[in-house]
C-alpha cells in the first residue's frame, strides 16, 4: 500500500513540477524541463531579477492550485474519450455508421413491435438514431482529418452531439420522453439566461427573439454541445501538457 501511495505521490510532485515549470516559461526562457540539461534552468544574474523571478514563482502557486483540479479532470476524460477513440478508429467511419444504424435500427424495430413501450417510439427513436449516426460520423471523420484543432472544435462538439440530441429529438415525439426530458430542458434554460446571458446582457435579447419548443429544444442542445464540446476538449489539452503520453 505504502508503495501504491508513494507512486500517486511522486507523480503528483511529477505533475505540480511540470505546471510550476510552464508558468515560469511563460516569462522566462529555459525552465520547463532545463533541470536535467548540461545549461540548467535559467535564472537572472541581477538582485532585482532575482525578486522579480521569485515573484512570479509565487505568483504561479495560487494558479497552479486553480489549475491542477483541471489537469486532473481532463486526465479523466482523456481516458474515456482515448477508450472511445481507439474502439472508433479501430471500426473506421464506415463501421461507425453500419454499428450505429444496426444499433438504433434494432431499437426503432423493437418501437414499432412493442407499441406499448413507449407513445410514438418507433419515429421518435428512427429520427434520434438519425440524429446520433449523423453526429458520430462528424465526430470520427473530424477526428480522423487530424490536428489537435479539429479535434478540440470539431470532433469533441460532434460527439457530444451525439449524445445530447438523440433523446431530445426522440421527446419531440414520445409523450413518455417529453415529461422528463423538455421541462428539465426549459429549467436548464432558464439557468442560463439568469446566469449566463445576463451578465453580458443577453438574456433579454433571447428571451425575446428565440422561442422554446419545437424544434427549439434542439437548437438549444445543439448550442449547448458545442461549448460543452471545447470545454472538454480543453481539459484534455490541459492533460496532455501536463500529463502528456507517447
Known sequence: MSVGNDGVL???????????????????????????????TWQPDTQLGMILYRAWSALGVPVIAFVYPLVLLGAFVRFQTRRIGRTAASLGLLGVVVLSLVVWGALAALARFQLDLIAGGFLAIALAGGVATVSAALAVGTKSAGGRATTVLLAYPFAMTAIFLPPVVAALFSKTLAAVVLPNST???????????????????????????????????LAISFPIGWVLGSLVTLADLVRPTE
Not at 511522486?10 to 526562457?29: C, K, N, Q, S
Open 10 to 40: 511522486a507523480g503528483l510532485r511529477i505533475d505540480l513540477r511540470r505546471l510550476h515549470e510552464t508558468w515560469m516559461e511563460l516569462v522566462y526562457p529555459r525552465q520547463r524541463g532545463a533541470g536535467d540539461t548540461v545549461l540548467g
Open 187 to 221: 429549467a436548464l434554460a432558464r439557468w442560463l439566461l439568469a446566469n449566463a446571458l445576463a451578465p453580458i446582457g443577453l438574456a433579454e435579447t433571447f428571451s425575446r427573439t428565440f422561442e422554446l419548443e419545437g424544434v427549439g429544444y434542439v437548437i438549444m442542445w
